[in-house]
């Protein structure tokens, strides 16, 4: 009833950038989704937090890659972006999308997750 998809992964060189959306669709109305996050994971690692940002606008930038990624969302389009610039091989990974949702006729939030996009740093 409720879908994250993610786009605009793939493959690219050593400096490039990327930019990665992912909209929540299905039973939901621009006012209930909250947070939003980007998640990767790497072959052999634990998935980790690579940024967040709240209804508000507020963001937060794991260290790994403040100063080269950043957030941003449409709400009224229920959109998170994560734009990706001086990619490095070490940001290769799956990039997952998160949100808390609370669908319609629903009176609570839950997690919802996408299903990947592959984002390839390599020369």
């Known amino acids: 009833q409720v879908q994250l998809v993610e786009s605009g992964g793939g493959l690219v060189q050593p400096g490039e950038s990327l930019r990665l959306s992912c909209v929540a669709s299905?039973?939901?109305?621009?006012?209930?989704?909250?947070?939003m996050n980007w998640y990767r994971q790497s072959p052999g690692k634990q998935r980790e937090l690579v940024a967040g940002i709240t209804y508000g606008g507020n963001t937060n930038i794991a260290q790994s890659v403040s100063g080269r990624f950043s957030i941003a969302r449409d709400n009224a389009k229920n959109i998170v972006y994560l734009e990706m610039n001086i990619l490095k091989p070490e940001d290769t990974a799956v990039y997952y999308c998160n949100a808390n949702i609370r669908p319609v006729g629903s009176s609570s939030f839950r997690t919802y997750w996408g299903q990947g996009t592959q984002v390839t740093v390599s020369s």
């Open positions: 299905g039973r939901i109305s621009s006012d209930s989704v909250n947070d």
